[in-house]
């Protein structure tokens, strides 16, 4: 599985953003997907995550309420939906599929490149 991230940019404190992850292959439908960022200095950190059916969905604090994540499987495609946004949003955002273990844990077998997010205040 390939993944391809991208629909990063500069934006304002309070606008939105939506990100999009496009996956190569005929078995995206069977992975759990994930969102995580890293911030320059800081480690990778969770973001959000979506089961393979779409029907479970999984978020950390910072961002709950603001994100949603989405996927269209027959586009092959998970989205990031970021409302909201806060300075602190700022960082490089991958995107990543089947999960080795839980969701939030940054042990995924597949990642996409980064995109990255730049939140002025």
């Known amino acids: 599985v390939q993944l391809q991230a991208f629909g990063g940019g500069l934006v304002q404190a309070g606008d939105s953003l939506r990100l999009s992850c496009a996956a190569s292959g005929r078995t995206f439908s069977r992975y759990g997907m994930g969102w995580f960022r890293q911030a320059p200095g800081k480690e990778r950190e969770f973001v959000a995550a979506?089961?393979?059916?779409?029907?479970?969905?999984y978020y950390s604090d910072s961002v709950k309420g603001r994100f949603t994540i989405s996927r269209d499987n027959a586009k092959n495609t998970v989205y990031l939906q970021m409302n909201s946004l806060k300075p602190e949003d700022t960082a490089a955002y991958y995107c990543s599929a089947e999960p080795r273990r839980d969701y939030s844990y940054p042990e995924y077998n597949y990642w996409g490149q980064g995109t990255l997010v730049t939140v002025s205040s």
């Open positions: 979506i089961s393979a059916s779409g029907i479970s969905t």
